[in-house]
């Protein structure tokens, strides 16, 4: 990933209170990055940063389209992206990622880089199959696949004396 300061909240000069900052995102924004999930799109990301004493709260809002490939036709369209995340930063003795949504920071930090965070967030909600909007409102093939029950653990009651091993009944009236 190239570094773009443009991503980077100065938090060392902030004071404690809530801060806003709006970024536009478009494809320089995706062109940081090692991929080729999203090559396109333009959305536009809100962050509310509260500052306190202890802790950095990061609330995103990135709303917008992206373009995306389909699977079925490969051909391009834009898919509408509306995300809501948080992120929490807390200081301690060393820089380090505790959770999917918690950072640890040393207190002397300067900027947070907030690039990465805002792309993981888009890729996050990129639906699994990316239809065109032209195959979104077609039933599936086969309605009944993902009914199908494959495993069972539970007997039914007709069944449970007749393929009740006698080895079990015997341990069991051992209380």
Known sequence: MKKDPQYDLAIAKL?????????ELGPD???????????????????????????LTLDFHITGTIRLICDRSLDEFDQPIDVQHQLLVRFGDREIELDDDVLQITPDTQVLPIAQHL???????IP????HPRFQNEPDE???????LIFTTKASDDDD???????????????
């Open 15 to 23: 004071a404690i209170k809530t801060h806003h900052f709006a970024f």
């Open 29 to 55: 924004f995706f062109a940081q990055f090692d991929q080729s999930l999203i090559q396109d799109g333009h959305l536009h990301a809100d962050v509310d940063l509260t500052k306190t004493e202890l802790l």
């Open 119 to 125: 792309f993981d967030y888009i890729g996050l909600a």
């Open 128 to 131: 699994m199959k990316k239809l």
């Open 142 to 148: 086969n309605p009944e696949a993902d009914a199908k």
């Open 161 to 175: 004396e007749e393929s009740t091993d006698p080895r079990w009944d015997a341990l069991r009236n051992l209380n």
